[in-house]
């Protein structure tokens, strides 16, 4: 049974080229509400994107003229909230974490199941926004989130984060002052196992602290051996 999903509206690319793939993505989302863009090629999934602003990427591993990591930026510039799902072969650990540390939010290995990709899509989309008929405010210091309008604001400017940084902040802002390991942000964010390799938090971390803290008073920090605190003054 497919998982239930309602996204009526919301827009999608598929980046795959190979055609079979492709439409079979792209049926699967329309079938489920979603405004389908296929692309098969690195040049022509640049081109929908400076054109429309997608809610779901979905971006094939392996593209013949590009490696796929380097569409991940200029895919995230043109659409800031998407969530980018990476879709790779079975057991290229090292692969999926170097494409969470470029930006993606998610993977899907390949060969997959459809009901697993609703899933995942639902899961990121789910973990990327708090729900709509929450209307509390997080907030400390000079920095809000508002967890309705998945909107966060320091010191009167709105920061452009990405899911994955939203669910990082969230995470921080509820443990404010708390130091979270890198362990505990690994399970709670991504609900994967990755062998002990922290370097995917650490990027994300990396990303986070140069939107939060640029020019004003820091307030993510890292503390040596342990992990990281959301706080005025260093730990």
Partial sequence: MKPEMSREGLSALVVDDDHGIGLLLQNLLESEGFRVRLAMSAAEALSL????????????????????????????????????????????????????????????????????????????????????????????????????AHRVVRAGDTLALTPTELRVLRYLLENAERVLSRHQILEHVWKYDFGGRSDVVEKVMSNLRRKLDDGRTPLLHTVRGFGYCLRLAAP
Wanted: hydrophobic share 50%; proline share 6%; glycine share 4%.
């Fill in 49 to 148: 994107s400076r054109a429309e602003e997608f809610q779901v990427v979905l971006l094939d591993r392996w593209l013949p003229e590009i490696d796929a990591f380097d569409l991940i930026r200029p895919l995230r510039t043109a659409s800031p909230g998407a969530a980018i799902i990476l879709l790779s072969a079975a057991g290229e650990l090292e692969s999926r974490v170097a494409g969470l540390k470029a930006g993606a939010d998610d993977f899907i290995p390949k060969p997959f199941h459809v009901s697993e990709v609703l899933a995942r899509i639902e899961a990121v989309l789910r973990r990327g926004a708090a729900s709509a008929s929450n209307p509390d405010l997080l907030t400390y210091d000079d920095l809000t989130m508002d967890l309705a």
